[in-house]
C-alpha cells in the first residue's frame, strides 16, 4: 500500500500517541481504591478477629498485599471517618465528629482537595460507585446523595446525586428491635442486591479502553445494617455452632462513667438479643454479610484480573471503621475500644511487594492518602496529616514513630500504638491497656505506677487542636431542618 507523506505523518502521529499512551499507562498506575462498610478484624484470617468468618477472597486479597494488622479508623463512624480518609485531615482539626456533620457544610473543607478531586487535578480519570462518603440508609429524602459531591468524579454510580442503587428488601423482616437493626435472608437472588448492581459497574469500568490511568473507587456497602442478603450467605453457618465473642461480668468497675458509656445508646440491642435468646442469630447474620461482601469483592478483584490492567493497578481496601457484636455488651461502633478502632487495610502493588507479609506497625486510615500519592508518584499533598506508608509497604520490619490517633468527639481520643492502647476522654477519664497481656482490653492501668512512663509517652500524642464541631447538617436521615 502506498501512503502519501500526509498520510505517512498522520499514521506517524497516530503510532506515536499510541506509545505515549501506552508509556503513560506504564508509568502512572492505577488505582482500585475499595472500601466495605462496617467490617470488622473478623474478615481477614490474619487479622485473628474471628476463626469462623468463611471470607475466601479476602484471604487471598491479603496474600497477594501487604496486610495492616494494627490498622485503626480515623474516627469509629461512617460520616468523619469516611471524610477525614479522603481529606487526609483529622477530625479534631476540621471539627467533623459526627454522622451528623456534612463535610461540605464546613468552610474548613473549602480549600482542601479531597483525594478523588487530587487525581482528577493530576491527570487521572476519576470514578465512583456505591457507598464512598457517608449516606443515610435507606437512601431516600431530599439528601438521596449523603455527603458525596459531584465535583470529584468525572463519573459516579448510580449517578452524581445518588450513592446507593437500591438494595434488596425481604418481604418478611425476621428480626427487628430497634430501627433499621434486622437480619435475616433476603428471599432473592442476589442479582437483586445493591452492591451487585455497584460491582458490576465496577466491573465495566475495568472492561472498558481507558486512554489514561483511573482512580476507581468502589464502595460496598454490606455488612452495615441492615443485616439481609441472600440465603446461601446464611446456609454457610449453622446457628448451633456459632461462637459468641468474648463478654465479662462487671466490667464495668475498670472505667470511668465517660468511658462506661461509649457505645450505651446500642446496648440496647444488646439487651433484647440477650432477652429473646438471639445472640447467634445476630452474630451468625453479621457472618453472612461478610460472605456476601467477600463475595462481591471476589468478582471485582477476578475482573481485575483477567483484564488488561492487571499488571498496572494498585489495590487498596480498607474499612471506615470496626463494629461490636456484644463485646462489652456493645453493638455497632461509636466506641474508643479495639472492636469499633481496628479495621482491615491491606496494599497490593502491581509489583507484589512483600505480598503476603504483615506489619504491626501502629497504622491510621489518614496514612491511605499519602501512601497512594507515594505509589503513584504523585506529588505530596503538604495538608495531609497521616504519613505514607511506602515504607512499610517495602519493608514491613521497618519502623514508625507516630501511633495511631482515633478521635470519638471533641477532647475523647485513643492513642494506638503497637503494643498499647491509652484513651482520654473530654473529662479527663482515662484508660490504658497492655495488649501483650490483654488483647480484649479489660483490665485498666491508667493507675498502675509501672505504666505511669508509657502512659506519659502516649499522653504526648493527644491532639493539639480540638477543633469545635460543626453545626449539624440542614440535612439530617431526609428531614430538612
Partial sequence: MIYSNTAKLVATSLISLGIANAQSQKSSPNV???VVDDLNDWAISALNG?????????DKLASQSVLFSNAHCAV??????????????????????????DWRENDFFDNVTMLPKYFMNQGYYVAGGGKIFHTNEPPKGPQIQGHNDPDLWDTFFPSKTRQLPEPSRPKKIYYKKSGHFSFGPTGEPVEKMGDHKTVNWAISELERNHDKPFFLATGIYRPHLPWHVPSEFFDKYNVDDIKLPENRDNWRKEFGKSINKMGEARRKWDKAFRKHGRLKDA?????????????????LMNALDESSYADNTIVVLWSDHGWHLGEKNAWAKFTLWEESTRIPLLFRTPQRTSAGSICKEAVSSLDIYPTLLELTGLPKNERNEGESLVKLIKDTNSEKEKPAITTLEKDSHSVRSENYRYIKMADGAEAFFDHTKDPGEWKNLAKDPEY???IETHRKWLPKTNAKPQKKSKFEYGKKH
Fill in 452 to 454: 505511669k512512663a508509657l
Fill in 32 to 34: 482500585l481504591f475499595i
Fill in 76 to 101: 469509629p463512624m461512617c460520616g468523619p471517618s469516611r471524610a477525614s480518609t479522603l481529606s487526609g485531615i483529622s477530625a479534631s482539626t476540621s471539627g467533623n465528629y459526627d454522622n451528623s456533620h
Fill in 283 to 299: 452474630v451468625r447474620a453479621y457472618h453472612a454479610c461478610v460472605s456476601y461482601a467477600d463475595y462481591e469483592l471476589g468478582r
Fill in 50 to 58: 474471628n476463626k469462623q468468618t468463611i471470607a475466601p477472597n479476602l
